[in-house]
């Protein structure tokens, strides 16, 4: 029987199909992300955004929310309708409700938007 315990947890999920036509979609997803994190009763200690417009990087955007203890993440490549989400959290908080909640977001603002790799990896594992 192991004894290990991991201190964190990180999500990785691969979307496609995300509809870059959405108003502001780099905000919007950024706002999915917060109104997550809140709903989790996570503390959020810091966002930010930068949307790219083609001239220097690929048209999309990058964002991230900082967290107690972490963060969440999102990088998106519009013209190729590609969106990658990271939700990761240390301590007692588990990013399955912030990544479940993101998911049912953007499926409410995209519908087109399919999940195609969602993994939970452990991180920082004491052993035994």
């Known amino acids: 029987m192991s004894n290990s315990q991991a201190l964190g947890s ?10 870059p036509s959405i108003a502001n979609d780099g905000i919007r997803v950024l706002e999915i992300m917060k109104a997550a994190v809140k709903k989790s009763g996570v503390r959020e ?3 930010h ?7 220097l990087s690929p048209v999309g955007f990058a964002s991230v929310v900082l967290i107690d203890e972490s963060h969440i993440t999102a990088h998106c ?3 190729r309708e590609i969106l990658a989400i990271d939700v990761f959290t240390c301590g007692p908080n588990e990013p399955d409700k912030i990544a479940n909640e993101i ?3 953007l499926k409410s603002i995209c519908p087109k938007i399919r999940l195609t ?3 939970k990896i452990e991180r920082f594992v004491l052993g035994d």
């Open 10 to 19: 990180h999500i990785l999920m691969d979307f496609r199909n995300y509809n």
């Open 45 to 47: 200690v810091h966002s």
């Open 49 to 55: 955004i930068e949307e790219f417009d083609g001239i």
């Open 77 to 79: 490549y519009s013209e």
């Open 103 to 105: 998911h049912k977001s």
């Open 117 to 119: 790799s969602m993994k």
